[in-house]
Structure formats: C-alpha cells, structure tokens
C-alpha cells in the first residue's frame, strides 16, 4: 500500500500516517475520510531523505548522498569522492584534484609536483627522473634525452652537451672515445674512425695524430704494429693501413720509415720488426 498504514475505512485523515521514508501526498476528500479522499504515502527519491519532525522529503546536505528510495538520512561521501547538495550518487574526485576526509562537497587541487589519480585519496610526489603530467594525474619517466635530479618538479630538464641521459635521473659523462656535440641526446656517439677523444665529457673527437692510426671509438692514436711503418699523408684507420716493411729491412712498433739490416743481419721476409744474425 505504498507504505500507508492499515486503518479502518472510517477513520480520519488526520489518524492517517505513512510509514518511515514515505511522506503523504494528496487530499482529503470533503467529508474528510479516508472512503472519500486521494490521499497516498509516496517515497522519498534518492538524493533526499524523510525528515521524519517536518513531515517531508529535503534534499540530502552538501557532503552526504543517497543513492536509495525511502530513507530516513543520507550517507557519508567517502574520501576520494564530493557530493553535492540533493547527491544521488557520490562522484569520483576528477584527475588532478583529491579528498582526504569524509563528508566533502569538492575536491581539493592537486599541489605543484604532485600527481592525483581519478578518486584519489592522497597526492603523490614526483620522484627524482619524474614529471607531473599536464593535468596532474600521473608522474610519468623523463623521456630519453632529458633529466630531472630534483623532486617535485612538472618538467625535466634538457641532458648538456658532452653527456647523456638513458634513463632521466642524472647525465652520464660521456666516456673517452665518446662525445655528444648537441643537448638532450640519449646516447653518446663514438668517435668517428681517423679521429679520437682521450677526456671525457666532451662534445668534439681531435683528428688522428699524422703517421698515427685511429679506428672508431679510439682514446688515443695507435702506433703501426711491428713489422709496418706509417703512411704519410693518410689519415689512417686500422693497423691494415699501414705499410708492410719489405725484406732486408726491419720496423719495431711505431716505426716512420724502414731500417735496413746492419751487417751480419739478414731479413729474407717481409713485415719483420727486427733481423736475423746471419
């Protein structure tokens, strides 16, 4: 019956009640019976509640929702959630802003270098190698090329010159053999061959020292191997570069030209670093 209470057919409206989170809606008919009357009991909608004293259904109080039929109150919004005045339903703190304590009609903005997830409770702390999105709703990694050595920060910063930054904390010197000539590189890049970089740090390779050889990624120049002299005039590359030392001459490691055999040495081969007695 809609939550009307059971009374005999001649008693007065006035003796008529509804149960509770019902309210009376309609009239009494003229000669005030419940024979002759529209009277009826109807539920309080979700967002509101049966004020029991007054007699009506009011609108739930900001901080508080209802999310059924026929209730006497309305409940708490929980932590991560607003609820405004008449709330059916409590809402998700959006990305960005966050609740801490119960019984909130909004969320509270997400402080600077903080992230705040959808309903979150709590703001999180961009770490070292982080930033904070746009909207503030995730700490993402810094992107190859760039760093961040500090907390709390909404960007990263651009890796210098002579270095590199793999994984966003901290710039990497780049190590010899190695440079970087522009900013916000994610690798080093070896030296080119016929050039070399003995410091690191640094943003350029020098040229290979003349009758000296330099592969790619050379810390310093390399001597000829015994057995070979240097080629003048070539900016040499690999050991293959240089040139054989031809029979009856001999060439220790680095030599710049052949030396012959002295008397009573002999060399009956080419590419030897010293000669044989004969």
């Known amino acids: 019956n809609g939550g009307l209470s059971d009374a005999c057919p001649t008693a007065t409206c006035a003796h008529l009640t509804c149960s509770a989170g019902y309210v009376r809606v309609g009239s009494c008919g003229a000669d005030n019976t419940r024979s ?17 004293g007054a007699g009506e259904c009011k609108p739930c109080p900001a901080g508080e929702y209802q999310n059924d039929p026929h209730q006497v109150s309305c409940k708490a919004c929980p932590r991560g959630f607003k609820c405004e005045a008449g709330a059916s339903v409590a ?7 966050y609740q801490d304590d119960e019984r909130q009609s909004s969320c509270k903005g997400c402080p600077s270098g ?11 702390l961009c770490l070292q190698g982080q ?7 995730l700490c993402m990694p810094c992107a190859p090329g760039t760093y961040q050595d500090e907390v709390g920060k909404s960007s990263c910063k651009q890796c210098p010159v002579g270095s590199s930054c793999p994984s966003g904390v901290t710039p990497l010197p780049c190590a010899p053999g190695s440079y970087t000539d522009t900013p916000g590189e994610a690798a080093c890049l070896m030296c080119d061959a016929g050039t070399f970089q003995a410091q690191e740090s ?16 050379a810390v310093g120049p390399l001597p000829c191997p015994g057995g070979t002299v240097m080629k003048l005039g070539v900016i040499m590359t690999s050991a293959s570069d240089c040139k054989d030392c031809l029979e009856g001459t001999f060439c220790p490691v680095g030599s710049a030209a052949p030396t012959n055999c002295s008397a009573g040495t ?6 030897q670093e010293s000669c044989t007695k004969c």
């Open 202 to 217: 640094s943003t350029a390779c020098l040229a290979c020292t003349e009758g000296r050889y330099c592969p790619k990624g």
């Open 91 to 97: 809402v998700k703190c959006d990305p960005g802003t």
């Open 114 to 124: 903080h992230a705040c997830q959808v309903g979150a409770t709590a703001s999180i």
């Open 131 to 137: 930033m904070v999105t746009s909207d503030k709703d």
């Open 266 to 271: 002999y060399n009956d081969a080419a590419k």
């Open 36 to 52: 002759n009357n529209q009277y009826a009991c109807a539920a309080c909608k979700p967002g509101t509640f049966h004020d029991v």
